[in-house]
């Protein structure tokens, strides 16, 4: 089983974040890969059990289950359920935690899966930087200029 962890400090207050964050159809907004996303059976974002279908921007497409989601906590996890990539067991767990000196926001982003025997390296890669890592830089980017525009 491969595991991953990734972090970073957002320059904005966990409420802000995880306003942003906690719409589990809203990757499309944010995500540089994801070109379109849905809830399937017309549920909502935040109804444990739903199903987001969604397109990369070259096409490809991939269902996932929300499987928690706490307000209290600020944290989400979810599971793959199809892809064109060998990700197999893939589970995830989104947190976000205050850092008060600064009011900045910590989010951890992490999760576990199995693949293809000689593939753990490029799908480490795939996940860790191709997914986390430019989600991270997307999210603080929106939010940057989010607050020199005065909203959300």
Not at 61 to 75: G, I, P, V, Y
Request: charged share 25%; proline share 3%; hydrophobic share 40%.
């Amino acid at each position: 089983m491969i595991r991953i962890v990734r972090s970073t400090i957002i320059d904005a207050p966990t409420d802000r974040v995880w306003a942003f964050l906690r719409d589990f159809n809203g990757h499309d907004r944010w995500h540089p890969a994801v070109a379109k996303s849905t809830i399937e059976r017309g549920q909502s974002a935040d109804k444990l059990g739903c199903v987001r279908r969604f397109f990369l921007r070259d096409g490809s497409e991939l269902r996932e289950r929300l499987l928690t989601l706490s307000d209290l906590e600020q944290t989400f996890s979810y599971c793959l359920l199809d892809t064109p990539v060998p990700l197999f067991n893939y589970v995830a767990h989104v947190r976000l935690a205050p850092v008060t000196d600064g009011n900045q926001t910590f989010w951890d982003w992490r999760c576990s899966f199995s693949t293809r025997k000689g593939e753990e390296a490029e799908m480490t890669r795939m996940v860790s930087e191709d997914i986390y890592e430019a989600g991270f830089a997307a999210v603080r980017a929106h939010l940057a200029a989010s607050a020199v525009e005065g909203r959300a």
